[in-house]
């Protein structure tokens, strides 16, 4: 309780000075007259009567006035100057800007509570703190109105610099940060110091993925993601067990039924990489819209023999069957044959010199992923207070191994060692679910409230084909040939075990409004997994039942409009590994309980030119595995992992100048762990878990040098990681920091050329790791693109 107390006070401590630096940057003062006047109406433009306009800021305090009959609103001198102006009236969700007096009358449109239209989120404010965001509330709070640390990346934003691979993307976020191991399905994310699939979960438009053999390989493309939103901290009540980290949730583009919109982008670079991609959308007939979304990659990569290629493809049909329901058909399916460049061998923390470019993969290697998502979304709103959605979908996934995956450099001999080779075929999975839940704006004690219920159900199954791991081959580090898969070894994939996991899961949320000022947001979720495993090699069968529990609870205080503080208290689990995929003799673990408290600050300011967020947090987990010091085929019990940090993010738009930074400073660390180390039992308490780097932090500077040419640079930095739990100097993977360089000409208003130097100052780098080998992130490369608007 007194280490718990410590906790609480530091986090106060520390939100207390930023809350006043808040203050601070807020009180500007202008002594001229002025005053703000508008109309406020309903989506169908009738006249909003009754609804609460607050105005703060600008050295006037706070003054409050209601619209009258015609939806109308005024509010006589006030000194001039930036204020914050929020609206809020039953059954409406709220509305918050930054405006300035004197600007001219405001129309705003208030939005139904539990009924958002397509999120637009902006380029120009890159937090987008003021847009309501599913991926942390169903309620679609906007992040500034949400008790939780919440971040959203914008796919406009992820086009513009180029982003190559959602993987990429994701770890533009606050404290993200990822690798891309083919084995894991070439994403694997790292969040509050915890790591993996099973602990931080990857979603697909608000619905999970499941993880089975801990890969997640869809969705893998930029081109048709309209945002990425990420949760941090448990994530439970969303989403169920395997999120105590967070939870990341790529939201697609869907289709535009108010305008046509088409554009082609086309590229070249190094390495003989191309990239050609088409998008569509736009109405069909008055209540029919349409969606299409295709691309391809090619690259002959930049080590020996690396080639690889990828296709995205989307369509989506939208029928708005009145103008309360609607309903949205969507197909996305994507397949991805990656590089079978999986590894450089290292020696003394550095690959080994002359080896950067060279792949030991054998000549036959091949790897392939294929996925496909089809969803069918319902959403009805019956009243402005009641809404009713449901999602219907169907997954696919295949893969396919054939390659080996572990080298080691042996210095006495200038050799490289390859072990582990291995083939997986046959393997599929599917999944079937549903998720449905009813939205109500009512009242609560006389004051508003937002409450949810719902359901959510899942039939997955999962069957592996596997090879027995095995073979050795010895290779000359500069000149050899790689042979082919059979000269070595030859096992080959054979009927290895069957998964069934069945879940259902029921959930409510309700937020609040206590006071003017505060508000409440409260959760909770019970899931039950029957999980049921068939061993294709003993013939037996084990079936394992699994319930879990999950609550957070928050609350949200507005200093002013603009400027909120929040606290918040979650108690979460994650699997001891993926219900899809888990071991025979794991399945009688319990599922691993976590606990997190947070608390934080965020503004949105100058009319939305200005926004900061500031968060800090502890984060315990109990009875987990991880990989075995041995060996990390194998794993080892951990009785408590924690850590403790703080996360930070800015975005500022500065006349012809935008800024986006943020960053995470945070203490990782097992608090009681045992592990086998050389035969003998040793304490590995406060060392620093597995691939956790202790700090990340990302910048993106754009600058309009003319109206037609814009310069930019992302900067991306990852603190150092170890690649196994004894921490020692062997194990070490050094800090990198990147920065990517571009330029676009808007040569017409649909017409625009990008110039892009990816590690511009040819970093030489660890995406991921071992104690023998690195995967190394791609050296310095061009690429001209071009995008064309018609």
Same mark, same amino acid.
């Given at each position: 309780m007194i280490l718990l107390m410590e906790d609480v006070l530091s986090m106060i401590r520390r939100v207390s000075v930023v809350m006043c630096l808040g203050v601070l940057m807020s009180a500007v003062v202008m002594a001229q007259s002025s005053g703000l006047s508008g109309r406020v109406a309903d989506p169908q433009g009738a006249a909003v009567v009754a609804a609460v306009v607050s105005v703060s800021g600008a050295g006037a305090g706070t003054r409050t006035t209601q619209t009258a009959s015609d939806g109308t609103f005024s509010l006589p001198d006030l000194p001039a100057g930036e204020y914050q102006v929020q609206i809020e009236a039953p059954g409406f969700q709220r509305w918050t800007r930054s405006v300035r007096a004197g600007s001219g009358p405001l129309d705003v449109a208030l939005q139904v509570a539990g009924f958002t239209e397509d999120v637009v989120v902006s380029v120009d404010a890159p937090l987008n703190l003021s847009v309501p965001e599913s991926t942390a509330s169903r309620l679609n709070l906007a992040p500034i109105d949400t008790p939780a640390s919440v971040a959203i990346v914008s796919g406009d934003v992820l086009r513009d610099i180029?982003?190559?691979?959602?993987?990429?993307?994701?770890?533009?976020?606050?404290?993200?940060?990822?690798?891309?191991?083919?084995?894991?399905?070439?994403?694997?994310?790292?969040?509050?110091?915890?790591?993996?699939?099973?602990?931080?979960?990857?979603?697909?438009?608000?619905?999970? *993925?499941?993880? /089975?053999?801990? @890969? =997640?390989?869809?969705?893998?493309? &930029?081109?048709?993601?309209? +945002?990425?939103?990420? #949760?941090?901290?448990?994530?439970?009540?969303?989403?169920?067990?395997?999120? *105590?980290?967070? /939870?990341?949730? @790529? =939201?697609?583009?869907?289709?535009? &039924?108010?305008?046509?919109? +088409?554009?082609?982008? #086309?590229?070249?670079?190094?390495?003989?990489?191309?990239h050609a991609a088409l998008g569509a959308t736009g109405p069909v007939t008055d209540r029919v819209s349409y969606r299409f979304d295709a691309s391809k990659y090619t690259s002959d990569h930049w080590v020996d023999r690396g080639r690889s290629n990828s296709l995205a493809v989307s369509g989506s049909l939208r029928f708005d069957a009145t103008p309360t329901l609607r309903f949205t058909l969507s197909n996305d399916f994507g397949e991805q044959n990656p590089s079978t460049y999986l590894g450089t061998p290292v020696l003394n923390n550095r690959p080994v010199e002359g080896l950067r470019y060279k792949n030991y993969n054998v000549d036959d290697a091949k790897l392939n992923f294929m996925d496909n998502w089809t969803n069918v979304e319902t959403v009805w709103t019956p009243s402005s207070r009641v809404s009713i959605h449901n999602n219907t979908y169907y997954m696919y996934h295949d893969r396919f191994y054939h390659d080996v995956f572990t080298f080691a450099y042996v210095p006495a001999t200038a050799q490289v060692r390859r072990t582990q080779f291995r083939d997986i075929d046959d393997t599929w999975e599917t999944q079937y679910g549903d998720t449905g839940y009813v939205k109500y704006a009512g009242q609560l004690f006389g004051r508003p409230s937002d409450v949810l219920v719902g359901l959510d159900y899942n039939i997955n199954y999962y069957n592996r084909n596997d090879n027995i791991r095995g073979g050795t081959s010895l290779v000359d580090a500069v000149t050899f040939n790689p042979g082919y898969y059979r000269d070595f070894y030859q096992g080959l994939a054979i009927p290895f075990y069957r998964m069934d996991v069945d879940q259902v899961a029921g959930f409510v949320e309700n937020h609040l409004k206590a006071t003017e000022r505060l508000s409440l947001v409260v959760g909770a979720r019970r899931d039950h997994y029957h999980v049921n495993r068939y061993d294709h090699q003993t013939l037996a069968t084990t079936v394992s039942d699994h319930n879990a529990t999950a609550w957070n609870a928050g609350v949200i205080y507005d200093i002013f409009p603009g400027l909120s503080v929040y606290g918040q208290a979650a108690e979460a689990s994650d699997p001891v590994n993926s219900f899809s995929s888990i071991a025979a003799n794991q399945q009688g673990f319990n599922l691993s309980p976590g606990r997190q408290l947070e608390a934080g600050v965020k503004q949105v300011a100058m009319n939305n030119r200005l926004e900061w967020t500031f968060a800090t947090y502890r984060l315990v987990k109990e009875d987990l595995l991880t990989p075995a010091v041995s060996n990390p085929s194998l794993t080892e019990q951990v009785g408590q992992q924690s850590s403790r940090g703080v996360e930070a993010s800015l975005a500022l738009s500065a006349g012809p100048v935008r800024v986006n930074v943020n960053g995470t400073v945070l203490n990782a660390e097992f608090d009681e762990f045992r592990a086998v180390v050389a035969g003998a039992s040793v304490s590995l308490a406060g060392n620093v878990p597995i691939n956790v780097p202790e700090s990340s932090a990302n910048l993106m500077v754009f600058y309009d040098v003319a109206p037609q040419l814009q310069l930019r640079a992302v900067v991306r930095h990852v603190g150092r990681r170890f690649a196994d739990n004894t921490n020692v100097a062997a194990s070490l993977i050094p800090s990198f920091t990147v920065a990517d360089l571009g330029a676009r000409w808007q040569a017409t208003s649909r017409l625009s050329l990008d110039l892009r130097v990816d590690n511009a100052f040819d970093e030489i780098y660890a995406d991921s790791g071992s104690a023998t080998a690195w995967l190394l992130g791609m050296p310095r490369s061009v690429t001209l693109g071009t995008r064309i608007g018609f």
């Open positions: 180029g982003t190559p691979t959602l993987i990429v993307a994701k770890a533009l976020a606050p404290g993200i940060t990822s690798s891309a191991p083919m084995g894991s399905g070439g994403n694997v994310l790292n969040a509050r110091g915890f790591t993996g699939q099973n602990s931080v979960k990857q979603l697909f438009n608000g619905m999970e *993925i499941y993880n /089975a053999g801990g @890969v =997640v390989s869809f969705p893998f493309d &930029p081109w048709n993601v309209d +945002h990425i939103g990420v #949760l941090y901290g448990p994530a439970s009540v969303l989403y169920g067990s395997g999120a *105590i980290g967070g /939870a990341v949730n @790529v =939201v697609a583009k869907r289709p535009n &039924p108010a305008a046509r919109e +088409h554009e082609i982008a #086309l590229s070249a670079g190094s390495f003989s990489t191309y």
